[in-house]
């Protein structure tokens, strides 16, 4: 009796040890499967993620060759100010200034254009977007100024969101740097939601620092900006037609040549603003 339950005894130990075995075996099945969802879920949700930041990007259509339409965007306006530094004037006006005098230069260069706001009023971005997306065939220019909480910093900066709006992009920033004691601060992508959600090419020029007492003081003088209208006029017309196509005002001409050697710029007669 005694060998029986002993007997007995063993093989229920081993049937409970091969239940505890089977189970463990089980749990880490489980496990190892949960972690195996839980990636494939993550990898899912990046890859949609992806689709989602593209999506935007693959409908742009590339006009850069065969525009027509120049949308001029003027930042902020209205109750929105923008950078309001002591140096330099409130941003909206700058812009407003400087997207008007690029605006009267493209279409003395033959070519249409279309402005988000031609007076001091509050544009919604969304707007913005639709009245970019609403042209044909067009690009999309976006005049603004920057600031600093670092006062030594200055500079031109343009930005882009799509591929086929690069192009353009270095092309007013090779312009701008051509602008005596001007610094590069370089082309950059930005999720900006002007470009992000443009259906054409679409950049934004960081036409200098307000922050900046030089740059400040700069954004001051007609004469100042509009050399800046005139660079980027000159890049956009280039864009389009060519090099050597665009034709400045020799009032811009010979201010930059002075301020190249140090001159102040001749008084010049007849000249309306």
């Known amino acids: 009796m005694t060998e029986i339950s002993s007997g007995f005894g063993n093989r229920t130990r081993s049937f409970s040890e091969s239940k505890i075995f ?3 075996k089980t749990c880490r099945y489980l496990f190892t499967m949960l972690r195996l969802i839980n990636r494939a ?6 890859i949609l993620l992806s ?3 593209t999506a935007p990007t693959s409908a742009v259509k590339n006009t850069t060759k065969t525009f027509t339409t120049v949308v001029v965007d003027a930042g902020h306006g209205g109750k929105d100010s923008g950078a309001y530094r002591r140096y330099g004037p ?3 006006l700058v812009t407003l200034d400087v997207a008007q005098r690029l605006d009267r230069k493209l279409r003395e260069s033959q070519m249409k254009t279309v402005m988000t706001r031609s007076s001091d009023v509050f544009i919604p971005l969304d707007e913005r977007v639709r009245i970019e997306n609403g042209q044909k065939n067009a690009v999309f220019v976006s005049i603004h100024f920057n600031d600093s909480r670092r006062r030594g910093i200055h500079g031109f900066e343009t930005y882009y969101h799509s591929g086929v709006s690069f192009e353009l992009a270095s092309l007013i920033q090779a312009k701008l740097i051509t602008i005596p004691h001007s610094a ?3 082309i950059h992508t930005a999720n900006f939601r002007v470009l992000r959600l443009a259906t054409c090419p679409a950049i934004l020029v960081e036409c200098g620092f307000l922050s900046n007492r030089s740059e400040g003081n700069q954004a001051r003088d007609w004469e100042y900006r509009e050399l800046l209208a005139d660079r980027i006029a000159e890049a956009i017309v280039e864009q389009r037609y060519g090099a050597g196509v665009y034709r400045g005002s020799t009032q ?4 930059s040549q002075s301020a190249s050697m140090g001159q102040e710029p001749a008084p010049s007669a007849a000249v309306h603003h």
Do not use: D, F, W
């Open 252 to 255: 811009v001409t010979a201010q």
């Open 41 to 46: 879920i993550a990898i899912g949700s990046l």
């Open 51 to 53: 689709a989602c930041a």
């Open 22 to 24: 089977a189970r463990e």
């Open 90 to 92: 409130p941003e909206k």
């Open 184 to 186: 590069n601060r370089g």
